[in-house]
């Protein structure tokens, strides 16, 4: 927070302090399974959101065109039997690329 005497400072220059607020970014499309393939990761991590287990479950044999939040309300956790997960591309099995020299 600006104190009152810098906030005059800057008025007399036309500066009015602390009035500018960052737009928020607008969120991008939904990840699709062959966004997810292009960039190295072939399998989700579920998380339930009742227990919180974590499963990491292949996705090769489904369509790229799918997204990964149409998964969310269908997956059902093998602990305690709740519907719905937490769905993310699995990023620790991305194989890193060494930068070229």
Do not use: I
């Amino acid at each position: 927070m600006a104190s009152n005497w810098y906030k005059s400072f800057m008025a007399e220059r036309g500066v009015d302090v602390g009035s500018h607020k960052p737009e928020k970014a607008q969120p991008g499309p939904a990840m699709d399974f062959e966004n997810m393939r292009d960039n190295g990761v072939r399998s989700l991590k579920v998380t339930c959101v009742k227990c919180y287990k974590v499963s990491v479950v292949n996705m090769d044999g489904f369509d790229e065109r799918l997204t990964l939040k149409s998964f969310e309300p269908k997956m059902v956790c093998r602990s305690c039997g709740h519907k719905g997960a937490d769905v993310r591309p699995n990023w620790a099995e991305k194989r890193t690329r060494p930068f070229p020299l």
